[in-house]
Each structure stands twice: as structure tokens, then as C-alpha cells.
């Protein structure tokens, strides 16, 4: 019981303080604060549950057993980390991303392209990834480089339909003072087109950090040499090793968190002139 009690004054007074910060001029250390007191008021009420109930660790463990599983397996944990993430997630996505910007380059050049591929493309992006993920296995072997290939299928095409569809956000008037000033289509491209098109980019690259690492652990579950986050999680499972699998979480979750805010950062810094960077 005092477990359970200590649960819910946490949560209480938790809420009650990021009611008061919420109230308060939103400067940056209070857009800090609350995310930071929400999580942490989160993880305490999670600690209090499982012991105040005694739920079992192979149901739920403990945060405190998921830490220090995640500091006595580190070694374990960076190994599967630049399995997956490394060799599997980040070069998929450097050949997924970098392919679909050219693909969208030459779409946007020809009209053929525009009215065959895209209507593909939306029918691959539906492709359940369960299904194409065992078939990238038998094509490519255990490697990392099948790992690679199904994250490139999934952030291919979101990419894609963001670069044309911004490589098109600019209107008739801009593109006839190009026009006036005697630029040719790659002129127009890199001095317009191309600058106006960015935050749509940056739309299907942040897109794309988030599918490559779920791509790349799915694609573990179904072949995978004896590393990597996907087959860690799915072995651990089958030998109850929960609070391993909640590391694995975590390292996952990290992983991705810092990935998409490091394109996050790239955008601010790229599109720093656009209205929807303003005040950020």
C-alpha cells in the first residue's frame, strides 16, 4: 500500500507542477521542464505499480531492473546498436533517401515519369512489411545488407512524394520572373525550385528516421546473424529475459530520438527563412 500511495502523490504532484509551468511565459527552460517532469513522473509511477502490486518481472519489470540490466549488458547493447542502427538503419536510409531525391529530380523532369511511377510508388508504400521483409532476406542473405534494402523500400517513397510534391510549391508568377532573368530549368531548380522544396524534404526525411529503425529491427526478427537489436529482442523473449528486451527499448528509443532531432536541428538550420521556423 504505501508502494501504491507514493505512486499516486507522485502523479499528483507531478501534474500539479506542470499545471503551474504551463501557466507560466513559455520560455525555453519550460519547454524543457515539462517533458522532463512528465517522463519522470511517469517512470516513478511505473516503479511504484509494479512493486505496490508485485507484478512479475516477466510481465513487467521494473524500471529499476530494466537500468540495471541496461548498465550490466552495455558491451551487448553497443555491439547490437551498430548492427542495427549503423550498418542497417543509417546506411538504408542514406541509399533510400539519396536514391528517392534523384528519382524525384527526373520525375519531376519528365512528365511520363510523374504519371507512371508515383501511382507505383503509392501501391509499394501499402506493401505490409512482414511480407517483404523475409523475401529481402532470402535475396540478400543475414547481413546488415538485407537490413539495408528493407529500409530502403520504406523510406523510398515517402521521400519521394515529399521532394515532388515540393519541387511543385511554387507558383506561376515566381517561375515567370525566373523566366525573365532567362533561366533554363536547372537554373530555376537550384534557385527556386529547389530552396522552396526543402521543407517538404525535410518533411520525408524526418519521415524516413522513424521507418528506417522500425525497418531495420523488423527485418531482424526474420534472419539475422547472432547481433542486432531485432534478433536480441526476439531471443530474449523466448527465454523470458523481459527486462533485456525493455533495454533494447530503450536503446531503440534513444536511438531514435536523437536521429530524427539531429535532421530536426539540419532542418532549423537550413530553413531558417521559412515562416513555419519562425519563433522556434
Sequence with gaps: MGWLLAGLTTWIGGWLLNVWLARQPATRMVQIAVPIIFGLTLII????????????????????????????????LWRDFVQTVVKGALSGYIMGCGSAFLMAIAVDRFEFLKRGLLPVGNFAAALPIIGMAPIMVMWFGFGW????????MMVFFPMLVNTVQGLD?????????????????????????????????FNG????????????????????????????????????????????????????????????????????????????
Design 145 to 152: 545488407e538485407s537490413k539495408a534494402a528493407v529500409v530502403v
Design 45 to 76: 509511477v511505473w516503479e511504484c505499480v509494479v512493486r505496490g502490486f508485485g507484478i512479475s518481472k516477466v510481465l513487467l519489470p521494473a524500471p529499476s531492473l530494466i537500468a540495471q540490466t541496461f548498465v550490466a549488458s552495455l558491451g551487448l
Design 205 to 280: 526525411l524526418k519521415i524516413g528516421t522513424t521507418l528506417a529503425l522500425i525497418g531495420a529491427i523488423i527485418a531482424e526478427f526474420f534472419g539475422s546473424p547472432t547481433l542486432g537489436m531485432g534478433f536480441r529482442i526476439s531471443i530474449s523473449v523466448g527465454q523470458l529475459a523481459i527486462d533485456l528486451v525493455w533495454a533494447e527499448i530503450v536503446v531503440a528509443a534513444l536511438a531514435g530520438s536523437a536521429f530524427y532531432g539531429g535532421v530536426a536541428m539540419l532542418e532549423k538550420a537550413v530553413t531558417f527563412w521559412h515562416p513555419s521556423q519562425r519563433g522556434r
Design 169 to 201: 510549391d511554387t507558383d506561376a508568377m515566381q517561375r515567370d520572373l525566373m523566366r525573365t532573368y532567362a533561366a533554363g530549368y536547372w537554373k530555376t531548380l537550384l534557385k527556386l525550385r529547389l530552396p522552396a522544396a526543402m521543407p517538404f524534404i
